[in-house]
């Protein structure tokens, strides 16, 4: 039986969406929060541990939303875009997939070249690299440079979707917004 093709992404993708969102800026905060505190005090540690764990759900995460794009059809846009945006916003896209994989990647690697493991919600990650303290410094380094890329990513990404929704009102936006049925 074939009906209406759907004007809105599945709940799951829609869920999945915003989940992302939610751990990307706790991600965020943590790093972010942690120079407030001095170091070594439990306070900073406990936020570095969940910026670790926090970075490897979203690793976890993304492979189940890279499965849905895979067997899922987007809905389309209406009215169509032009092909120059439709191209940009595959651009952008496969840039925020690339940092979803690789920020985690990169922290986990981070973590091993330091001679630690990666922690993950009570488990210990297997080791990727062997202690390697000059690895560990160019990976943080793409590290920092990535968390930058990705705030620039993000807000380009939430911008697009305003303009879109806003200046004009098409239905990009209201294809990935929750409780619209």
């Given at each position: 039986?074939?009906?209406?093709p759907s004007l809105r992404y599945s709940s799951l993708s829609?869920?999945?969406?915003?989940?992302?969102?939610?751990?990307?800026?706790?991600?965020?905060?943590?790093?972010?929060?942690?120079?407030?505190?001095?170091?070594?005090?439990?306070?900073?540690?406990?936020?570095?541990?969940?910026?670790?764990?926090?970075?490897?759900?979203?690793?976890?995460?993304?492979?189940?939303?890279?499965?849905?794009?895979?067997?899922?059809?987007?809905?389309?846009?209406?009215?169509?875009?032009?092909?120059?945006?439709?191209?940009l916003s595959h651009l952008m896209h496969l840039a925020l997939y690339v940092l979803m994989i690789g920020m985690p990647?990169?922290?986990?690697?981070?973590?091993?070249?330091?001679?630690?493991?990666?922690?993950?919600?009570?488990?210990?990650?297997?080791?990727?690299?062997?202690?390697?303290?000059?690895?560990?410094?160019?990976?943080?380094?793409?590290?920092?440079?990535?968390?930058?890329?990705?705030?620039?990513?993000?807000?380009?990404?939430?911008?697009?979707?305003?303009?879109?929704?806003?200046?004009?009102?098409?239905?990009?936006?209201?294809?990935?917004?929750?409780?619209?049925?």
């Open positions: 039986m074939t009906g209406t829609i869920a999945l969406h915003w989940l992302m969102l939610l751990l990307i800026a706790a991600v965020y905060a943590c790093i972010e929060l942690k120079g407030n505190f001095v170091r070594g005090s439990d306070i900073r540690e406990g936020l570095k541990h969940w910026h670790f764990m926090l970075g490897l759900a979203i690793f976890a995460l993304v492979w189940l939303r890279l499965l849905g794009r895979l067997v899922g059809k987007a809905p389309a846009i209406q009215p169509a875009p032009p092909s120059w945006q439709t191209g990647l990169l922290g986990w690697l981070i973590l091993n070249a330091e001679g630690k493991p990666a922690p993950f919600f009570g488990l210990e990650l297997p080791m990727l690299v062997q202690k390697d303290h000059g690895l560990a410094e160019s990976l943080e380094g793409l590290h920092e440079f990535g968390g930058v890329a990705g705030y620039w990513l993000i807000g380009l990404h939430a911008a697009a979707g305003l303009l879109h929704h806003y200046v004009i009102r098409d239905n990009t936006l209201s294809r990935m917004l929750p409780g619209q049925d």
